[in-house]
């Protein structure tokens, strides 16, 4: 019973129509639902990920009307996506500079080339060339030729006051192992595996103990969720408890099941299954073109749309 990997990363925007456009034609990902938060339905939830909307490529908004955040520890601190080879990196970056948007030169950073840059609401990203390795889904509609479009969550930076207690997290509760280190300014970065490892299923965990907690707000991330197969559920769940983790107990979020709970530093994590899918309620074809409701809040579907702003 292993983690295979990041599922999603869920970040909060207070400005919804210009996320939706920088994430899609900006960066070239395909919203693939448009749904609500279904614990506060005034929010809209927006789902962007690959041409398929797989498992592990999905990045996803909450839309809350929330001053900026304030930057510091116990937070994830970096998202990566990534792309395909060198020149991919150099594509991206001339992109983003045609685009505006702000970035810094490419690095290699733990053995490879990356490209860091933000949204305009100072969403902290990275791109992180992955080799090509595994499989990817280009999107026929985006923007960004194929062979260099995101294909998928890279490794998620975690920044934590008390480093002990959350590695003990990582590898007793939920069996990540210690790969490797690597520097960088602030300091040294512990990098976590997860299953057969690689870009799409790492966690860099880096210990700043000097900084003020970060609090949360437009720019921030709310928490990152790990892949697990659909039928390791409840052995999880079980796990969980057989820990004395505090969590939320089983929640099925209709397009997949998930299990949370934080860590001891206060980072929200989330356990989700690769499955039932995106494609639930919608064909593949048309996914993220209406707002899709599950069906415990389809009766509520004139009122939860009258109080969403419009995209």
Do not use: C
């Amino acid at each position: 019973m292993q983690l295979t990997g990041i599922h999603h990363l869920t970040a909060i925007t207070a400005q919804a129509a210009d996320n939706l456009a920088f994430y899609t034609r900006v960066l070239g990902l395909r919203l693939v639902k448009k749904t609500v938060n279904q614990d506060d339905v005034s929010a809209y939830h927006l789902f962007y990920a690959d041409g398929l909307a797989s498992p592990g490529t999905d990045i996803t908004f909450f839309d809350w009307p929330a001053p900026q955040e304030r930057r510091g520890t116990n937070s994830i601190s970096r998202t990566a996506l990534r792309v395909a080879g060198p020149a991919a990196i150099d594509w991206w970056r001339e992109h983003l500079a045609r685009q505006g948007v702000t970035h810094a030169v490419p690095v290699e950073r733990d053995g490879r080339l990356t490209l860091d840059f933000e949204d305009g609401e100072g969403q902290r990203l990275m791109l992180v060339d992955d080799g090509g390795a595994g499989e990817a889904h280009p999107w026929a509609q985006s923007p960004v030729p194929a062979e260099h479009q995101i294909r998928g969550l890279g490794p998620i930076r975690l920044s934590v006051a008390q480093i002990a207690r959350t590695e003990a997290v990582l590898t007793e509760v939920l069996g990540m192992s210690h790969d490797r280190d690597y520097e960088l300014p602030e300091g040294e970065v512990r990098v976590y595996r997860m299953g057969a490892g690689g870009p799409a299923a790492e966690i860099h965990l880096v210990a700043e103990p000097k900084l003020a907690p970060a609090r949360q707000g437009a720019g921030a991330v709310h928490h990152v969720a790990f892949r697990i197969p659909d039928a390791d559920y409840d052995a999880w769940a079980d796990r969980l408890k057989q820990r004395r983790v505090p969590s939320s107990g089983p929640v099925d979020r209709y397009y997949f099941r998930s299990l949370y709970f934080r860590e001891p530093n206060g980072i929200l994590f989330e356990i989700a299954t690769d499955g039932p899918g995106f494609a639930t309620d919608e064909p593949m074809e048309t996914l993220g073109e209406r707002l899709a409701l599950p069906p415990f809040l389809e009766g509520r579907r004139a009122e939860i749309e009258a109080g969403l702003k419009p995209l």
